[in-house]
C-alpha cells in the first residue's frame, strides 16, 4: 500500500493500536489526492475550541439521548424489535437523530474514553440491532406500527422514496457504525449497518430484477462510500454513485394533491431530482439535501476518478458560493420548502441557513479541498465553521438554532416558534448533526500528500502526522480567532526535506470569500508574514498556501502572523438585502450588533465610513469575547422601514409553508442619524441574552 490509502489505513490502525484491524479496507484504489489527519491523531487543547467540544461531550451528547428517550426515539427501535409494547412514536426520520449522536458520541469517545457512554451507547445498538428484520431492513416507523403506516411511508418498503426517508435513514445508520466501530473496535452496529446496506446493494440497481430508484433525501450516497473505505466492498461505492446517477433520470416522482402535506415534492427541483446531477447548474430545492448529494458527488469524483464528476460538483459549487451563500456561509434563503432562493436572493431577517446546511457546507467543501488543494474551500469551510455552525448551538451545549438569520427583530419567530434558541425541535436534525461535527472539528486542521503537510486551521494542539520520511510532531500554539499569531513546532523523528504549507485565509488577503459575492471595502494595510526559526521568509504562495520546503530538524519553528485590524465587507450589488449595508469581520469572525450592548436597538444603526473600531477584550462576556467598539449614528426606529410588506411584527415561521415573504430593511429619506456608541459581538455568540434585536449588516452612512 502506498498514498493516501496507507495514510488512511495507518489511521485506522492508529486508533485501533493494532488490535482491530479494518475488516479489508480497499487496497490501491484511487481515493482522494489529500488525506486528511485523522481527529484522534490531533489533540485539540484549544482555548477556543477545546471548551466547546467538551462541554458537547458532557452536556450536548447526553442532553440530546435524554430527548430521544423523552420523545419515543428510542422506544421506537425497542417496539420495532418486539422489547416492549407500543405503537411508533414521531416523524419518519426520527431514527437518524439516534444514529447522528452515536456518531458524534463515538467521535468522542475516540479521543477521550467513557465507560459510562460506551456502555450506553451498547444498550441503545442492543434496541437498534433489534429493530432489524431478518433480511436486513430496518427503518422502525414500518417495522413498529405496520399496520398503521403513518403518512409518507409507502404501503410496502421502498414504494415511496422520494418522501418516506428509508435510505435517508438508513445513511445516518451507516455513518453511525463506521464511526461507532472506529472507535470502539465492537462491531455491533457495523454488522447492523452491513446487513442493510447489502441488502440495499441487492435490491436496487439497473439490473434485470433490481428495482429502481433514488432517495429523496440525499445522505445514503456519502454514506455509503464510507463503508466502502472501511470493508473495500466496491458494491457500495457502486450504489453510491448509482443512486446519483439515477436523479433526474425521466424518473417521474408520485403526484400529491394541492393542500397535502407531501405536495412540496410534486416539484422534482426540490429533491434535485429535476435533471441528472451532472447536468445541474444551479443550486436549488432543499439545501441540505443538495450539500449532502454534493459531498456524495465529491466522493464519487474522487473514488472513481470520473472528471465530469468533478466538474458538475465543482459548478454547483460556483452557484452556491458565487450567488446563494451568506457572510456567515451559511445557505438556503427560504423558510419555504428550507430551499435555496433565486441568484442573489438573500434576505437577512427571513433567511433560513439551516444548521444541518451549515454542517453540509464544511463537509462538502473539505471534500473540495482534498481534491483540489485548494485553500479557497478551506476558507469557506472556516467561515461556516467559525459563524454559521457554530451558532446552531448555545455555549452551554443546551439550546439550538434550526434557522441561523442574520437579523433580528426580537419578535420575529424564525426558530420553529421562538424568537431566540430552542431546547428542542419536532424536527430535530441539527442538534444530532451538532453533536457530530464538533468532535469531529480536530479533523479538519492537518493533511497530508505525499510529502506535504497542510496546516490547514489554525486551533492549537498537538498532531502527529505520518509522511514517508517518518512521523513528524506537530505542535501549535495560538489564541486563534482572536489573536493572528500561530507558532507551530515543527518535531520530525528523523531529520529530513518535506514540505509544510500554511493556509494563508483569504480574509488574509484581501478576499474574504474565493468569488465576488463580497468584498473587503477597502483592502487590509498589513499583510500576512511568516518566520522561520525568527528568520522572516519570503512568501511562496500556492492555491492559497503559503509553501516552506525545507529540511526539517527537532525544534524548528514556524511563525504565522495574520493580519487582525477589523474589516468592513460588502456584498455584491444584486443582493438587494445587503444593498446600501455594510458588516463587520475581524479574523474569521463575523460580527454583529445585538440589543443588550446597543441599548437594545440594533436594525437603525449606521457605520460612518471613517469610524475606527476597536477591539477590546471580555473576559467575562458570553464565554470571554473579543468585542469591537466605536462611534455609530443611529436612526430612530420609526425610520427603519421594511421594503417588502407583509411581513407581521410578531409573525412565526414554524411551518414550513406558513413562511412571510422576503423582506428587506430601508432606513427613510431623511431621517435623521444621531451619534451613538456601537458595540459589535461575534455573530456566533448572539441570542445568549434574552430575544433580542440583532443585526450583521449595518447602514453605511
Ligand atoms: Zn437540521
Known amino acids: 500500500m502506498n498514498g493516501p490509502r496507507a495514510a ?23 481515493d482522494y489526492p489529500i488525506t486528511p489527519v485523522p481527529f484522534t491523531a490531533v489533540k485539540v487543547t484549544d482555548a477556543f475550541w477545546a471548551p466547546r467540544i467538551e462541554t458537547n461531550r458532557t452536556v450536548t451528547i447526553p442532553t440530546i439521548f435524554r430527548k430521544c428517550e423523552e420523545t419515543g426515539r428510542i422506544d421506537n427501535f425497542a417496539i420495532a424489535g418486539g422489547l416492549m409494547k407500543g405503537e411508533y412514536k414521531g416523524e419518519r426520520y426520527n431514527d437518524t437523530d439516534v444514529y447522528k449522536t452515536i456518531e458524534g458520541a463515538s467521535y468522542s469517545l475516540m479521543v477521550r474514553p467513557d465507560p459510562v457512554l460506551d456502555r450506553y451507547l451498547d444498550g441503545v445498538i442492543a434496541k437498534i440491532a433489534a429493530a432489524q428484520e431478518p433480511d436486513g431492513y430496518l427503518y422502525t416507523p414500518r417495522t413498529a406500527s405496520p ?180 457572510l456567515t456561509g451559511g445557505i438556503g434563503a427560504r423558510h419555504d420548502r428550507e430551499r435555496f432562493g433565486e441568484s442573489y436572493e438573500l434576505p437577512n431577517l ?210 504565522v502572523l495574520l493580519p487582525m485590524e477589523p474589516r468592513r465587507v460588502v456584498a455584491h450589488p444584486a443582493v438587494k438585502d445587503d444593498e446600501g449595508f455594510v458588516a463587520v469581520e475581524r479574523g474569521p469572525l463575523v460580527y454583529c450588533a445585538e440589543g443588550p450592548d446597543n441599548d437594545g436597538r440594533t436594525l437603525g444603526l449606521a457605520l460612518p465610513e471613517k469610524a475606527a473600531l476597536k477591539a477590546e477584550e471580555k473576559k467575562d462576556l458570553l464565554g470571554g469575547v473579543i468585542v469591537l467598539t466605536g462611534n455609530a449614528r443611529a436612526a430612530d426606529p420609526a425610520a427603519v422601514l421594511r421594503a417588502v410588506e407583509g411581513l407581521a411584527a410578531d409573525a412565526a415561521a414554524d411551518d414550513e409553508e406558513d413562511a412571510p415573504p422576503a423582506s428587506m430593511r430601508r432606513l427613510a429619506p431623511g431621517a435623521p442619524l444621531r451619534p451613538r456608541p456601537l458595540v459589535l459581538i461575534p455573530y456566533y455568540a448572539w441570542a445568549h441574552r434574552g430575544e433580542t434585536e440583532m443585526s450583521v449588516w449595518l447602514f453605511k452612512k
Open 8 to 30: 488512511a489505513a495507518a489511521a485506522l490502525i492508529l486508533t485501533f493500536a493494532g488490535a482491530f484491524p479494518p475488516p479489508g479496507a480497499a487496497q490501491g484504489a484511487r
Open 147 to 326: 399496520l398503521k403506516l403513518q403518512p409518507g411511508i409507502g404501503e410496502t418498503r421502498w414504494s415511496e422514496l422520494a418522501i418516506s426517508h428509508e435510505l435517508y435513514n438508513a445513511g445516518h445508520l451507516y455513518e453511525a457504525a463506521a464511526a461507532h466501530f472506529q472507535a470502539t473496535g465492537k462491531r455491533t452496529l457495523l454488522d447492523v449497518a452491513l446487513k442493510n446496506a447489502d441488502l440495499a446493494a441487492r435490491t436496487f440497481g439497473r439490473e434485470a430484477g433490481k428495482r429502481e430508484g433514488f432517495p429523496g433525501h440525499q445522505e445514503i450516497e456519502l454514506a455509503l462510500v464510507k463503508l466502502y473505505r472501511l470493508t473495500g466492498k466496491k458494491d457500495y461505492l457502486d450504489l453510491a454513485k448509482y443512486f446519483l446517477d439515477q436523479r433526474g433520470r425521466g424518473l417521474t416522482l408520485r403526484q400529491y394533491p394541492p393542500g397535502n402535506r407531501f405536495a412540496i415534492y410534486n416539484d422534482a427541483t426540490q429533491i434535485q431530482a429535476h435533471e441528472p446531477v451532472l447536468e445541474q447548474e444551479e443550486a436549488v430545492g432543499h439545501a441540505v439535501r443538495l450539500t449532502y448529494m454534493a459531498s456524495g458527488m465529491a466522493d464519487v469524483a474522487a473514488l472513481t476518478g470520473d472528471r465530469a464528476y468533478f466538474e458538475a460538483v465543482r459548478r454547483l459549487w460556483e452557484n452556491v458560493v458565487g450567488k446563494k451563500m451568506y
Open 350 to 559: 427571513t433567511g433560513y441557513l439551516e444548521t444541518c446546511a451549515s454542517i453540509g457546507m464544511a463537509f462538502w467543501n473539505q471534500r473540495m479541498f482534498l481534491l483540489t488543494g485548494e485553500a479557497g474551500y478551506l476558507d469557506v469551510m472556516e467561515r461556516v465553521m467559525y459563524n454559521g455552525i457554530l451558532s446552531g448551538v448555545s455555549l452551554d451545549g443546551t439550546l439550538f438554532f434550526y434557522p441561523n438569520p442574520l437579523e433580528s427583530d426580537g419578535r420575529y419567530r424564525f426558530n420553529k416558534g421562538r424568537a431566540g434558541r430552542a431546547p428542542w425541535f419536532g424536527v430535530a436534525c441539527c442538534p444530532g448533526n451538532i453533536s457530530r461535527f464538533l468532535p469531529s472539528v480536530p479533523g479538519y486542521v492537518y493533511a497530508t500528500t505525499g510529502d506535504i503537510l497542510y496546516v490547514d486551521m489554525f486551533i492549537a494542539g498537538e498532531a502527529r502526522v505520518a509522511l514517508p520520511g517518518g512521523t513528524v510532531g506537530v505542535r501549535q500554539e495560538t489564541r486563534y480567532p482572536w489573536d493572528g499569531a500561530v507558532r507551530l513546532a515543527i518535531a520530525p523523528e528523523k531529520g529530513g526535506e518535506f514540505e509544510v504549507r500554511v493556509r494563508i485565509p483569504g480574509w488574509a488577503r484581501g478576499r474574504p470569500v474565493p468569488t465576488d459575492l463580497y468584498r473587503y471595502e477597502v483592502s487590509g494595510a498589513a499583510e500576512a508574514s511568516i518566520r522561520v526559526n525568527g528568520k522572516a521568509v519570503p512568501m511562496d504562495m500556492d492555491k492559497g498556501f503559503a509553501r516552506i520546503r525545507r529540511t526539517w530538524e527537532k525544534g524548528d519553528t514556524v511563525d
